[in-house]
């Protein structure tokens, strides 16, 4: 059964960085668009950033751009988003998401989720 298992939240000060990870299992996920969400307490999940099958492109929220980087290894079957600078606004549970086809900022669009990894920003 194909799962994406997140990895290396944690606490950090702001203006830090984090490096978390999303690795594949069950199937191979290099033919998808992968992408990454993030919810914080009280708000709906939102967009962060998306990148094609090969990373030949890639896509951000306004929020995070020039901060935060999405990479893949698809050799590996992980995905990772590079958190530079982070803002105590940056806390939230970060979740990683596959698609087939293109990539999407719409969170509906999204055929596999994993658990999430909780990211905390301390001012």
């Known amino acids: 059964q194909a799962q994406l298992v997140e990895s290396g939240g944690g606490l950090v000060q702001a203006g830090g960085s984090l490096r978390v990870s999303c690795a594949a299992s069950g199937r191979t996920f290099s033919s998808y668009a992968m992408g990454w969400f993030r919810q914080a307490p009280g708000k709906e999940r939102e967009f962060v950033a998306t990148m094609n099958w090969n990373g030949a492109f890639t896509n951000y929220a306004g929020s995070v751009k020039g901060r935060f980087t999405i990479a893949r290894d698809n050799d590996k079957n992980t995905v990772y988003l590079q958190m530079n600078n982070l803002k105590p606004e940056d806390t939230a549970v970060y979740y990683c998401?596959?698609?087939?086809?293109?990539?999407?900022?719409?969170?509906?669009?999204?055929?596999?989720w994993g658990q999430g990894t909780q990211v905390t920003v301390s001012s």
């Open positions: 998401a596959a698609r087939r086809g293109t990539p999407s900022q719409a969170a509906a669009n999204y055929d596999y």
